[in-house]
């Protein structure tokens, strides 16, 4: 059997067996009822969630040594990521089978992402630096507006916690890695603070062999000749975050945040290769609580994405979008367990860019309320939301989500929602391509899960359809994007954790079933999603030593709208280790892809073969 689908089979019969949420370090894997989660932009335990919701926090992201977000995030229940070459090159996430800008992604709170292409530089955001990842699975537009329609993605950066204490981080690994990382940061009676600084860099590796035949004129990957660029591809990076907080009182409190990330980026094309880019992340939030059921608070931010691009050392153009937004929410409780939440959002999108724009900014401003309660074993939750948005006037969403618990262990939920994107610049004012005239994208979402929480094991099994109306494509007739499509995707998540004689193990298997439902790729399957995938996390400790693996498998998937161009499954396995030589001092390893599997989640861009790092860490508690 080849070595993909035996780990795929491993992956999936363990997940079966004993499958959600990776390993934790210092929780036990039953412990969710003190998990907090935002997703519906109130703090509430994972236990009462409604919406489908995977936490991963500060313990599991050290103990998992991910190299970066989308390495932490990659096959986990819902995701399916496509990579164009390793380490910095850009990366785009699928949620539950929609589209790569269908993911709305905060930072601290704030809204993240490049208003021209619509993306997430999820290769840009630094891992080190985030202390929690919270993944919300399903249409949320009714409390956040345009973009969610698969689901929410939150990070949220490094809160530090007890006395003054440093860390240092020294990393090294293959392909010439090296990286080093410097912070502190401690809490008082009535404030706290924090900073890190982090540099990386690797040769990476030959990011694409890419495809150009000048006769056919037939491309993929990055255009160019094959294999006639196969040198190494490298990355460079220094990150900052700055953050802190105060409480004047038992009212009112302020806290702020800053987040930088300059890129150096190599990659292989005839027009661009390298690109300097910025990911900058700066926000604050004042919160007054004048009572046990009152709560104001305002937040407000810039997001800033660029990137200067270049021919060898010839400058080849730049992009720079800015994303200010603001939001005003108030928390009422108006009975015992019960809680109506309203709100005001702000938010503006500005480019600037060597390329002419017709538009250049646009503003969207919108007012959402939300209803939660609980009755004995019952939950409900209710949201509506109005957008006023600049270029395409009113639109309304809501939701509405059940739950209830039963026989001691389960609980049955159930809900329905709508949600919409909004063009994007490119889409809508590119030069020769944009089309002004588009339409936002719409959906409706119904879900249906089931749960088993356990003093040591927990299993859930959540199923959706999504219907998504005027998806947004390339239209040969006009030579212009247009909505010309309509998409059906079903999907089910399965996904568990248990703790096993000091064993933990957790994992999840995904099945999604996309579908073109109209044009004239009617029955065609959407673009590189997998339809089956599978995570499994397994860890232990003995003493100060510390062992685990990591296993992924994703199935085949097809590049191309058209199912022309079809990319294999395939299946990873990391080992990990970990020694405590003193409370403060400790030292990783891992082995990434041991068995060198060779695949692509983009044609034409490879991925890394067999790779070694190790982080030696030190970081005293406090």
Not at 30 to 52: E, F, G, H, K
Not at 152 to 177: C, E, K, M, N, Y
Request: hydrophobic residues 35%.
């Amino acid at each position: 059997m080849p070595i993909h689908r035996l780990t795929l089979a491993v992956a999936c019969a363990a997940a079966l067996a004993l499958p959600a949420t990776a390993f934790a370090q210092d929780q036990d894997a039953t412990d969710l009822d003190q998990v907090v989660v935002t997703s519906n932009r109130t703090a509430v335990s994972v236990n009462d969630a409604l919406t489908p919701v995977e936490v991963i926090d500060s313990a599991q992201i050290r103990a998992s040594q991910a190299r970066s977000l989308p390495d932490l995030l990659r096959g986990r229940a819902g995701i399916s990521i496509a990579n164009q070459g390793g380490q910095g090159k850009l990366t785009t996430l699928f949620l539950r089978g929609s589209e790569s800008d269908h993911v709305l992604v905060l930072v601290d709170g704030i809204r993240v992402g490049s208003a021209t292409s619509g993306l997430t530089a999820f290769q840009d955001l630094p891992i080190e630096m985030i202390d929690r990842v919270e993944i919300v699975r399903g249409p949320r537009s009714s409390l956040y507006g345009a973009d969610a329609i698969g689901g929410v993605i939150q990070v949220f950066t490094r809160r530090d916690r007890g006395s003054f204490a440093p860390r240092i981080r020294l990393d090294a690994g293959s392909h010439d890695t090296q990286g080093y990382g410097l912070g502190f940061g401690g809490s008082s009676e009535r404030g706290w603070f924090g900073a890190d600084f982090q540099h990386s860099r690797t040769d990476g590796i030959n990011a694409c062999y890419g495809l150009f035949d000048p006769v056919t004129f037939e491309g993929g990957g990055c255009f160019i000749a094959r294999d006639s660029q196969p040198d190494r591809d490298g990355y460079e990076k220094d990150a900052l975050s700055l953050r802190g907080g105060v409480s004047f009182n038992e009212q009112w409190s302020l806290e702020g945040h800053a987040l930088r990330n300059e890129g150096d980026n190599e990659y292989d094309g005839d027009f661009t290769d390298r690109s300097e880019t910025v990911q900058q992340v700066i926000g604050g939030k004042l919160r007054w609580r004048p009572s046990e059921r009152v709560d104001l608070h305002l937040t407000a931010g810039r997001n800033e994405d660029s990137s200067d691009n270049f021919l060898g050392d010839a400058p080849a153009g730049f992009f720079s979008t800015d994303r200010d937004s603001a939001t005003l929410q108030g928390d009422f409780g108006i009975a015992q367990n019960q809680l109506v939440s309203v709100g005001l959002d702000w938010l503006r999108d500005s480019v600037d860019a060597s390329t002419p724009y017709d538009e250049t900014e646009r503003d969207n401003k919108a007012a959402f309320v939300q209803y939660q309660g609980r009755f004995g074993a019952q939950s409900l939750e209710a949201s509506v939301r109005n957008d006023d948005n600049e270029q395409f006037g009113n639109h309304t969403t809501g939701s509405a989500a059940w739950g209830m618990a039963f026989a001691e262990h389960w609980r049955v939920t159930a809900g329905y929602g709508t949600a919409f994107k909004a063009p994007t610049f490119n889409e809508l004012y590119f030069p020769f391509f944009g089309n002004p005239n588009l339409d936002p994208e719409e959906s409706e979402t119904w879900e249906l899960g089931l749960a088993w929480r356990g003093d040591a094991f927990n299993v859930h099994l959540d199923t959706f359809q999504t219907d998504v109306d005027d998806l947004i494509a390339f239209d040969i007739s006009i030579n212009l994007p247009n909505n010309v499509e309509e998409a059906r995707i079903r999907g089910a998540e399965l996904g568990a954790d248990a703790t096993v004689a000091d064993w933990t193990f957790a994992g999840a298997i995904s099945y999604v079933d996309t579908e073109n439902r109209s044009g004239f790729f009617e029955g065609n399957e959407l673009a590189r999603r997998a339809k089956n995938s599978a995570r499994l996390d397994v860890d232990r400790a003995f003493g100060n030593f510390r062992v685990g693996l990591t296993a992924v498998g994703e199935g085949a998937r097809y590049d191309d709208v058209a199912n022309t161009r079809r990319l294999g499954g395939y299946g990873t396995l990391d080992l990990r280790a970990e020694y405590a030589f003193t409370p403060a001092w400790s030292l990783q390893a891992r082995a990434a892809n041991v068995f060198d599997r060779d695949y692509e989640t983009v044609a034409f861009y490879n991925q890394p073969g067999r790779e070694w790092y190790l982080t030696l860490r030190y970081a005293p508690a406090n």
